[in-house]
């Protein structure tokens, strides 16, 4: 079974708006949240289904969304401890990184 990512907009859980990556796993959904800033993109948050963590299903989705941003958005923000963490292990992606401070 294929998964499909798709992008929605405007999460409003927050007191900011962001947008939201979002992968369809088996019926339900993991997802990244974002934020546009300036000409990078920050990755602010990964939530996987309780039942699929562990099962690489996170790590497939982050290394879809960094595929698709590289051709996209030249440098990325992670703020996510997942993206971070998947970011120091995968060394194609270091050049993508801009970063912040608050």
């Known amino acids: 079974m294929e998964a499909v990512m798709f992008k929605t907009r405007k999460l409003r ?6 947008d939201k990556f979002v992968k369809n796993i088996h019926g339900e959904f993991a997802r990244l949240e974002y934020k546009k800033m ?8 990964t939530e996987i289904p ?6 690489g299903h ?3 989705m982050i ?14 923000i992670p703020i996510c401890p997942f993206v971070e963490k998947f970011i120091d292990e995968n060394p194609q ?10």
């Open 13 to 18: 859980k927050r007191k900011y708006s962001v």
């Open 38 to 45: 300036g000409d990078a993109i920050a990755l602010l948050y």
């Open 50 to 55: 309780a039942k699929y963590r562990g099962k």
């Open 58 to 60: 996170g790590t497939k």
């Open 63 to 76: 290394r879809e969304i960094l595929d698709d941003l590289q051709r996209v958005y030249k440098k990325i």
């Open 93 to 102: 992606y270091h050049v993508m990184v801009e970063r912040w401070e608050a």
